[in-house]
């Protein structure tokens, strides 16, 4: 392959690249959707524990928000630079501009959650670092302020609630393939 113009039967960028809130199923339904599309998979705040060589609840408290963000910038920008893989980004991603403007034109899939069917996800997961303290209070403070930042970025937004994380790769899947089809 030579520059930037993808070989034919190639996708020029990522499969997918799913977003959402703590809980929404990233991290599980990821994977699937991988599987099902015959792709790979990255999730990038595992790349970001991988160059910082510690988990993310640990960069929040030692380096700050603001490095963290810079990581995960620097994570999703090889991510989404990366061809035909399914790409989970961190819930709070939407937070920086610079990130969000990375994700423009990328086949971006919300995975929808309600308030109580992320809360019983998330429960008191301190490996979470912006639901720690008050989780519940925290995850309703945070799906307020990204909710309308998820479902502007998405081209294809699928609720999770109340469904097994195979149907809802199954969907999600259906849905690219329609896009693309």
Do not use: W
Request: without cysteine; charged residues 25%.
């Amino acid at each position: 392959m030579t520059g930037a113009v993808a070989e034919p039967g190639e996708s020029a960028g990522p499969a997918a690249v799913l977003i959402g809130p703590p809980g929404a199923g990233k991290s599980t339904v990821g994977p699937l959707l991988a599987a099902r599309l015959g792709v790979g998979f990255l999730e990038t705040d595992k790349e970001v524990e991988a160059v910082a060589g510690k988990p993310v609840g640990d960069i929040f408290v030692e380096d700050g928000e603001a490095a963290f963000r810079a990581l995960e910038r620097e994570a999703v920008a090889r991510a989404v630079a990366s061809r035909g893989r399914v790409v989970t980004l961190g819930g709070g991603v939407v937070l920086d501009l610079g990130t969000v403007r990375l994700l423009g034109g990328l086949p971006v899939v919300y995975l929808a959650t309600g308030f109580a069917a992320a809360a019983k996800r998330v429960g008191m997961d301190t490996r979470r670092p912006l639901v720690i303290g008050n989780p519940r209070a925290k995850l309703r403070e945070l799906l307020e302020q990204r909710l309308p930042i998820y479902e502007k970025l998405a081209r294809i937004t699928v609720t999770t609630d109340g469904r097994a994380p195979e149907e809802i790769a199954a969907d999600v899947a259906t849905q690219i393939a329609g896009e693309t089809g």
